[in-house]
């Protein structure tokens, strides 16, 4: 990914393309071992075998290294335009709960969580990057719904997207035991059966 964070802090001599991914692969390898608290970028350089200031140089700051190496595994995707209502907002709600049982993700999700109040840009990036994207394919796919006769004249679309997030974070990131087994087909049911106005 040519991650907003990561080239809003390039200076100097250009990247080198190895040591660039041996960053990004030491920085996975340790947040997984150790966990945020844990994690220190003098330990991805000793792993990456590159300087600390090297990697200060590239990224301003440790969350802007974990966002872009993270990355992959925050992608939740978009739903689809496949003709059937139900089949794209299956799809959509599938990805989030796949997304966020991502132990990588996990973490970061809550890094994010706690710190990006205190960082208006990073918030920006996460927000423009993973989260909205998301949500206007969902929205999209219910606006589909409601114009085709699938879903009640009258749906409050952000409710149900919120109605959507809410649960699938609460089932996959909140509750000790994550209950996601066939968590997003009931959604959708719920979605389509019932009368959310």
């Known amino acids: 990914?040519?991650?907003?964070?990561?080239s809003t802090s390039q200076r100097g001599r250009p990247r080198d393309a190895r040591s660039h991914q041996a960053v990004l692969a030491a920085t996975l390898d340790l947040l997984g071992e150790v966990g945020y608290r844990r994690f220190t970028v003098a330990g991805v350089a000793k792993r990456a075998g590159v300087g600390k200031s090297t990697i200060y140089r590239w990224?301003?700051?440790?969350?802007?290294?974990?966002?872009?190496?993270?990355?992959?595994?925050?992608?939740?995707?978009?739903?689809?335009?496949?003709?059937?209502?139900?089949?794209?907002?299956?799809?959509?709600?599938?990805?989030a709960i796949a997304s966020y049982s991502s132990p990588i993700a996990a973490q970061v999700?809550?890094?994010?969580?706690?710190?990006?109040?205190?960082?208006?840009?990073?918030?920006?990036?996460?927000?423009?990057?993973?989260?909205?994207?998301?949500?206007?394919?969902?929205?999209?796919a219910l606006e589909r719904g409601i114009a085709n006769g699938d879903l009640t004249k009258g749906l409050d679309v952000e409710l149900v997207i919120d109605m959507l997030a809410g649960t699938i974070f609460q089932r996959v990131l909140v509750i000790p035991e994550p209950m996601t087994d066939g968590l997003a087909q009931r959604l959708i049911d719920l979605v389509i059966r019932g009368k959310l106005l």
């Open 1 to 6: 990914m040519t991650s907003e964070a990561g």
């Open 59 to 95: 990224w301003p700051s440790k969350l802007d290294l974990i966002l872009e190496a993270a990355a992959p595994q925050l992608e939740i995707g978009l739903a689809p335009n496949t003709g059937s209502t139900r089949h794209d907002l299956n799809i959509g709600a599938e990805q």
């Open 109 to 140: 999700i809550f890094v994010v969580i706690a710190d990006l109040e205190e960082d208006p840009r990073l918030r920006e990036i996460y927000q423009s990057k993973w989260v909205l994207p998301w949500r206007i394919s969902m929205a999209n």
